[in-house]
């Protein structure tokens, strides 16, 4: 059957049929009594919706569906579980009994706020390969498919909203942005915004070609070091798509949404990875929220004159590392003499690798947005340009931070970058060098609480 024509098994065979199944340890009334714990393919009603990824439009493509709901569970076309990271927030209020297993949104007015033109990249398997380029739109293209019943839903949402940041008020008094009525509103530094959230939709084929690995070494490492969690990356080779239990990313659009694909006006675009410490809290160990500042200030500059402006927010804190690393290491540092020249020795120490943000799967949103060229890009890191121009999107120019804008105690981080081959128009700093730039250390801080 083809997914234009859904029907729904309404009767379950029972799961001993074609599952590998174990008594529950605990009675509970919410699933039966058998615990399905794994399927194998080609076994009795096992019989997958059609998904085949890089098709042509939505409807040739099939409908992603994860769900491991009796009358669903031999039909799912997808592994692992919608929301990302917090699947595990959803499971924990099933057992709570706050949320029927079997709930099913209400999509109606959920629609996005800008209807982004499909690009070719949507049905290319090669250029997007970690989110679901139809994920946005699944009311839309499988209207027929949600009627019948089937849970279909959305890895992806557009809302616009209104915001305001301490530097971009600053900036409005300080006469550097003015306002325009349409993207800045005030005095004040309220700014206009697009936003759409992502959440990750892995093609299994896709990503391990990516990082150069086979597909059966990536199936089988995620396996095994997410606890064995889920057996059918193992048992269920035709499966080729994966929800994995990680956070996404919020792509900010300033001035219209339908310039960001227009090769004819410039864009400015910061690629931002999480650092919440810095970001939300104001930390000054490090250059993120002073750049996130800067790049969004020079973003809607950049809508104000014409052209667009996008910041893309991925949450990979810390490095991807997470923060108790990110503070473990923080303690190595000042404890050890916190200078430059052993920046990256101090978190390899610690977490084995220097970085886990991996760029190789970060240009995909771009691709998903039609972005073709990037005029200025507000990014110093070698990782993000060489994993967007070995994409195929060209960097006209790179902005680095603006040196007036570095906090002091950050200059370890920011120099010892720049050292490991971060982007600068200032000082390529030695080893040498790098060993005089040195932390604040604690002494102060421990003053202050004496
Ligand atoms: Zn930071």
Request: proline letters at 7%; a negative charge; hydrophobic letters at 35%.
């Amino acid at each position: 059957m083809t997914a234009s024509t859904p029907q729904l098994d309404t009767s379950p065979k029972p799961a001993e049929a074609a599952t590998t199944v174990v008594q529950s340890p605990t009675s509970t009334s919410r699933y039966s009594k058998h615990i399905v714990l794994t399927t194998y393919p080609g076994q009795s009603g096992i019989d997958p919706v059609p998904l085949e990824w890089g098709a042509p439009d939505a409807k040739s493509r099939g409908p992603v569906i994860v769900s491991r709901s009796p009358n669903l569970l031999k039909r799912r076309n997808a592994m692992g579980a919608h929301g990302g990271s917090y699947s595990i927030y959803n499971a924990l209020a099933i057992a709570a009994g706050d949320l029927d297993p079997d709930f099913r949104p209400d999509l109606r007015n959920s629609e996005p706020t800008f209807k982004f033109p499909p690009q070719p990249a949507w049905g290319d398997k090669t250029k997007i390969v970690s989110m679901d380029p139809y994920g946005h739109d699944v009311v839309n293209q499988y209207r027929d498919e949600l009627e019948a019943g089937w849970d279909i839903r959305p890895t992806m949402a557009v809302t616009r909203a209104n915001m305001k940041l301490a530097e971009i008020g600053e900036a409005v008094r300080e006469g550097k942005l003015d306002v325009d009525g349409s993207i800045v509103m005030d005095s004040g530094g309220e700014v206009r915004v697009t936003k759409v959230a992502v959440e990750p939709v892995w093609y299994l084929p896709g990503v391990a070609e990516r990082f150069g690995v086979d597909e059966g070494t990536l199936r089988r490492t995620l396996f095994e070091h997410t606890g064995g969690s889920y057996p059918e990356l193992i048992t269920r080779p035709d499966l080729k798509v994966f929800l994995p239990p990680i956070g996404g990313l919020t792509v900010y659009i300033f001035g219209p949404p339908e310039r960001v694909s227009d090769e004819n006006v410039r864009l400015a675009l910061r690629i931002h990875d999480e650092c919440n410490g810095s970001d939300v809290f104001q930390s000054d160990i490090c250059t993120c929220r002073p750049y996130l500042a800067f790049g969004i200030a020079e973003a809607i500059r950049e809508a104000q004159n014409g052209g667009s402006g996008v910041v893309i927010y991925f949450r990979k804190e810390g490095r991807a590392l997470g923060e108790v690393i990110k503070y473990l290491v923080y303690n190595a540092r000042k404890r050890g003499g916190d200078t430059a020249d052993k920046y990256f020795t101090r978190t390899e120490n610690i977490a084995g690798v220097r970085d886990m943000r991996f760029q190789a799967l970060m240009p995909d949103i771009l691709h998903w947005l039609g972005i073709k060229k990037i005029d200025r890009m507000l990014s110093m890191s070698n990782m993000k340009h060489d994993a967007i121009v070995d994409s195929g999107i060209k960097i006209l120019e790179r902005v680095p931070i603006p040196e007036d804008m570095i906090p002091n105690d950050s200059r370890v981080e920011i120099d010892a970058k720049i050292n490991a081959g971060y982007f600068t128009t200032g000082k390529q700093y030695t080893m040498e060098e790098l060993a005089a730039v040195k932390g604040r250390g604690w002494e102060k801080w421990e003053d202050v609480t004496h």
